[in-house]
C-alpha cells in the first residue's frame, strides 16, 4: 500500500488562511510555533497534563499539543496573538498599544502571572471557559473558576490572582470575543 | 514518532475496512493515542482517522434510555440536559474526568479505549505484560499505589501478569447502569454489554478489551431505569481535580420504607476492568437501608480484594466511599 508520510491542510488561524504541507506527526502546537512562526502558544508538558498549549480550535478550547495538524483540515483556530486586535508579531509603539481582550486586560490589572510561560495557555483557557460557562447558564464564583480552570497549571503559583482577573471578566458580563 | 500514513474515510465500512490491515489504528479524539505515540508504546503505520463519520448524535429514546454516537465529545455529553436528569451518574463521572480542554476533545467512544496510565506501561525503558507479553511486570514490586487490588492473582492463586487499573470514569458509571456498545465489525453490526466489553488480564494482559479485531464503536446505548435517575458518581484522588481517581463508586439506589428495594454498584480504579460490586449488591437488596447494612455489603465485595505491598489503603477507601455514598442517598430520600 501506498504511504503518503506528508499531507496538504488548509486551515484559518487568527482570522488568516493558511495552506501547509505537514509532516503527519506534526502536532497542532509544533504547526503553529514552527510553520505559521505564532510563538505564544507555549509548549510545556507536551503531554495534556499542563494547559499551557490551549488555543481555541472551532471556538473550543484545547490542548494542542495532544492535536495532529493533519486533523485540521478546514479547522477554525484562534491562538493568544489572535484574541488582540493586532497580532505580537506587529511591533507597536507604546501609544499604538493593541486593544488586549478583556481576559488580557484583566490578566494585567490583576497581576495574574510571574513567569508568565502559562499565561498565554491560561488566558485561551479562560476565554473557552467563560463561553462554556455562558452555554451552561453556570455560575462562576471561585470554587466553580478553579474546578473549570483545573486543565492549566502555573508552577509559580499565581493561581490567587489568575482566578481573581476570571471572576472579575465573568462579574462584567464579557463572555465570548 | 514514527512516521505514518493518515487517512480520513467518509463511511465507517471503509474504515473498518482500512483498519483491517495490520499496522492501522483508528483515530477520534486522539487525546491517548496521540500521547502513547509521543512515548513510543504505539506506533502505527497508518491512522485511520474516524471524526468525519456521522456518530455524534445524543439521542434521547422514547423508552427512557439514551443513544449516545461515539464520537460525541464527552463535554457534550456531560452537558446534555436529558442525560443528566435520565442517567446523572454518567454526567458525573464525565465531568469528574481529564480536564475540560481534553474533555472538549476526547470521545465517548475513545474513552472507554483509553489505556492504562500505569506508570510502567507509559515507560517502554521499564517491564510490562501489557506492552510487550512475556517481559514481567516492574509494577507488581514498583510503585503500585494507583493500581488494582481485585484480580491481581490468578484463579489458581498465584500472580496475575499485569496489574493496570482501568483509567476510565465512564466505563465506571456505564456499567452500573447496563449500558451497550453498538459495533461496526468487519462482519457486520454487533454489540455488546460495556461490562462485557472490559476484562481482567488472564494469559493476555496485552488485550485491555474483549471487542473482535477490527470493531469500530460506533454508540453507546442506556437501557432505561427508573433507578438510574437516582444514580451518582463519586470519585477520590490525590488533588482536587484533574487527576485520575485512587478510587470511585458508582451508585443507584432504591428505598423504601427503610428498606433497599434495589442498589447497583461499581468501583473504579480498583481492577483491570470497571468493578461492578455484584456481591455487594445481592447483600444489600432487602437489607435494611443502614450504615450497617452499607458496610457488610462492601465488606462482602473487598473480601475478593487481593491488594499489593503498596495500596492496601485502597480497601477501606472504598469501603467508606461505599457507605458515605448509599448512606448520602439514602438521606436525600428521606
Known amino acids: 500500500m501506498e504511504r503518503q508520510l506528508t499531507s496538504d491542510i488548509t486551515l484559518c488561524v487568527n482570522g488568516r488562511t493558511n495552506e501547509l504541507r505537514v509532516d503527519n506527526r506534526t502536532t497542532l502546537l509544533d504547526m503553529l510555533r514552527e510553520q505559521l512562526s505564532l510563538p505564544g502558544t507555549k509548549r510545556g508538558c507536551d503531554h495534556g497534563q499542563c494547559g499551557a498549549c490551549t488555543v481555541l480550535l472551532d471556538g473550543r478550547r484545547v490542548n494542542s499539543c495532544l492535536i495532529l495538524a493533519v486533523t485540521c483540515q478546514d479547522a477554525a483556530v484562534t491562538t493568544v496573538e489572535g484574541l488582540s486586535s493586532r497580532t505580537s508579531t506587529q511591533l507597536a509603539a507604546p501609544q499604538e498599544r493593541p486593544a488586549l481582550h478583556p481576559v488580557q486586560e484583566a490578566f494585567v490589572a490583576h497581576d495574574a502571572l510571574q513567569c508568565g510561560f502559562c499565561t498565554p495557555g491560561q488566558i485561551c483557557s479562560a476565554v473557552g471557559m467563560l463561553e462554556e460557562a455562558a452555554a451552561e447558564g453556570a455560575t462562576l464564583d471561585e470554587p466553580e473558576i478553579r474546578e473549570r480552570m483545573s486543565g492549566n497549571l502555573c508552577r509559580c503559583g499565581a493561581y490567587v490572582n489568575i482566578v481573581a482577573a476570571i471572576e472579575d471578566v465573568a462579574a462584567q458580563g464579557v463572555g465570548a470575543r | ?334
Open chain 2, 1 to 334: 514518532m514514527k512516521p505514518f500514513a493518515y487517512q480520513r474515510p467518509d463511511a465507517a465500512g471503509t474504515a473498518v475496512s482500512t483498519v483491517a490491515h495490520a499496522g492501522a489504528a483508528f483515530l477520534a479524539g486522539g487525546t491517548n493515542l496521540v500521547d502513547l505515540m509521543k512515548l513510543g508504546v504505539t506506533a502505527p503505520d497508518l491512522l485511520v482517522d474516524v471524526t468525519g463519520l456521522p456518530l455524534r448524535q445524543i439521542e434521547p429514546l422514547p423508552d427512557g434510555g439514551m443513544r449516545v454516537g461515539a464520537l460525541t465529545a464527552n463535554s457534550d455529553l456531560a452537558t446534555d440536559p436529558v442525560l443528566r436528569t435520565r442517567f446523572p451518574a454518567v454526567a458525573l463521572a464525565l465531568l469528574s474526568g481529564a480536564s475540560a480542554q481534553l474533555r472538549n476533545r476526547a470521545t465517548i467512544g475513545g474513552n472507554l479505549l483509553q489505556r492504562t496510565r500505569c506508570r510502567y506501561f507509559v515507560d517502554v525503558t521499564k517491564a510490562c505484560n501489557k506492552r510487550q507479553p512475556g517481559d514481567g511486570c516492574d509494577a507488581r514490586d514498583g510503585e503500585h499505589r494507583d493500581l488494582a487490588v481485585f484480580g491481581t492473582q490468578t484463579p489458581g492463586g498465584g500472580p496475575a501478569p499485569c496489574v493496570a487499573t482501568n483509567p476510565s470514569d465512564l466505563a465506571v458509571a456505564l456499567v452500573l447502569l447496563d449500558a451497550r456498545v453498538e459495533l461496526l465489525t468487519p462482519d457486520g453490526t454487533a454489540q455488546m454489554s460495556v461490562h462485557e466489553l472490559f476484562r481482567l488480564p488472564g494469559d493476555r494482559p496485552d488485550l485491555d478489551t474483549n471487542l473482535p479485531p477490527g470493531a469500530l464503536i460506533t454508540a453507546v446505548v442506556l437501557p432505561p431505569s427508573p433507578i438510574a435517575r437516582t444514580s451518582t458518581y463519586r470519585k477520590v484522588r490525590d488533588r482536587s481535580s484533574f487527576a485520575f481517581a485512587a478510587g470511585s463508586v458508582a451508585a443507584a439506589l432504591d428505598v423504601a420504607d427503610g428498606t433497599v428495594r434495589d442498589v447497583r454498584l461499581a468501583y473504579g480504579a480498583v481492577a483491570h476492568r470497571p468493578w461492578r460490586a455484584y456481591a455487594a449488591e445481592r447483600a444489600l437488596r432487602g437489607a435494611p437501608a443502614t450504615v450497617d447494612s452499607f458496610e457488610r455489603a462492601a465488606d462482602e465485595e473487598l473480601g475478593a480484594a487481593r491488594p499489593l505491598r503498596d495500596n492496601e489503603y485502597k480497601l477501606p477507601l472504598i469501603r467508606n466511599l461505599t457507605v458515605g455514598v448509599l448512606r448520602g442517598m439514602t438521606e436525600a430520600s428521606w
